[in-house]
């Protein structure tokens, strides 16, 4: 892989498990032999350097703690081991007491533990010793500071919190951040730029928006979002791209005839009255309806387009304040073949697969076997190469 990671900026490696994200992580920090390649930190290269003079910071997943020491001393421990950055600017140097507590002190405040600070780990929970650990990389001011899954103990309540104030802490103290996460909401949340992994590979490197507006491949699309983008085997025609007996608009310079993979964000698919449906409205066979209070999720198998049961349509017709939708209870529909499509191998990122998620306001009032009509909003149909899952 190679990547640039530009001073003061946080940027995230995203990917799921056994991607390669934390052996990078451990390239960066000393801890694993770079084979190939070079490393450089701030215009050093630093492949043979020390871990401990590479200037940098480390929170480990499994925590890495002193179990004879308090929270205090183990926050404290990276200012007694080496010379640190002062926070009234200057060269490196061994902190006095009274710096020593401030930063132990503010940490201590940031991650909720000041109430433990003259406790032993043993007797913290899981989340609370890995919010030490945290700290305890935070009071070094480093020159780049790496986290490896560092939320991943928290619970729901405090992971959201804790990622409100790495953000506002990484506003304030600056410093570059590299952080490794399988989890795409603190990558979005957090990041100034996501690095997309799989297999050891880089696949797209951008800012949030980027990567979810406009992933590199079927992989990414598929790994970003949450659903995550509809894809679905469509043909290219003269007037854009056929999917399942629809007519979909899609700019392209493509012959007619040639397969590629079609992906459609959730949220840009809206249910429509089933009556009349436009040539560009999917049917889709209902499995199941998630109401999630503010809006509903709507998983269902992709059919051939057919003509409309009014009685149908009425129905599975949408509750007020939500968007409507048709039904056809008809017995005879074709499912669309189902291919499958494995998100953890980027080599079988040609494959895709006949279910789709509709994401809609309010509630959606179909029930299984109904079949909805559904059609993409003005540009929101992206085109894939069906063989290599490249964007076109």
């Not at 201590?108 to 989340?127: I, Q």
């Not at 619970?155 to 953000?167: V, W």
């Not at 992709?302 to 209870?329: F, I, N, Y």
């Amino acid at each position: 892989m190679s990547l640039d990671i530009v001073d003061g900026e946080f940027m995230v490696l995203l990917g799921p498990s056994g991607c390669g994200k934390s052996t990078a992580l451990r390239m960066i920090a000393g801890l694993e032999s770079i084979t190939e390649g070079s490393l450089s930190i701030d215009g050093e290269v630093v492949n043979h350097v020390d871990p401990r003079k590479r200037g940098i910071a480390m929170v480990f997943q499994s925590y890495a703690l002193y179990p004879n020491l308090t929270v205090r001393k183990n926050i404290e421990s990276p200012l007694n081991a080496k010379d640190v950055p002062p926070d009234d600017g200057g060269p490196p140097r061994r902190l006095n007491v009274e710096e020593r507590n401030t930063r132990v002190v503010e940490a201590a405040r940031m991650l909720d533990l000041e109430p433990y600070l003259d406790r032993k780990p043993g007797a913290l929970s899981g989340g609370q010793r890995q919010r030490v650990a945290l700290a305890r990389a935070i009071v070094a001011r480093a020159k780049v500071l790496l986290m490896d899954e560092p939320l991943s103990n928290l619970d729901a309540k405090l992971r959201a919190q804790t990622r409100a104030e790495l953000i506002d802490l990484h506003e304030r103290l600056g410093g570059t951040v590299v952080y490794v996460t399988h989890d795409q909401i603190e990558a979005m949340t957090m990041a100034d730029r996501v690095a997309i992994m799989a297999n050891g590979a880089l696949h797209q490197v951008g800012t949030p928006e980027e990567v979810y507006d406009r992933p590199a491949n079927t992989f990414v699309a598929g790994f970003i979002g949450t659903p995550p983008m509809n894809l679905m085997d469509g043909v290219a025609t003269s007037g854009g791209v056929r999917v399942a007996g629809a007519m979909l608009s899609a700019a392209h310079d493509l012959a007619d005839g040639v397969k590629v993979t079609v992906g459609i964000r959730p949220e840009h698919l809206a249910l429509v009255d089933g009556d009349s449906p436009p040539s560009s409205a999917l049917a889709v066979e209902v499995r199941a309806v998630e109401w999630l209070g503010y809006e509903s999720l709507v998983t269902a198998d992709l059919v051939e387009a057919r003509p409309t049961d009014p009685q149908a349509s009425a129905r599975a017709a949408a509750s007020p304040g939500s968007d409507a939708s048709g039904s056809d209870s008809s017995d005879t529909k074709t499912l669309v073949s189902d291919a499958p499509i494995d998100h953890d191998d980027p080599e079988s990122v040609g494959a895709t697969r006949r279910r789709v998620i509709l994401r809609a306001d309010g509630r959606v009032n179909a029930r299984n076997g109904d079949t909805v009509r559904a059609v993409p909003t003005s540009g929101s149909v992206q085109l894939f190469d069906a063989e290599t899952g490249v964007h076109l």
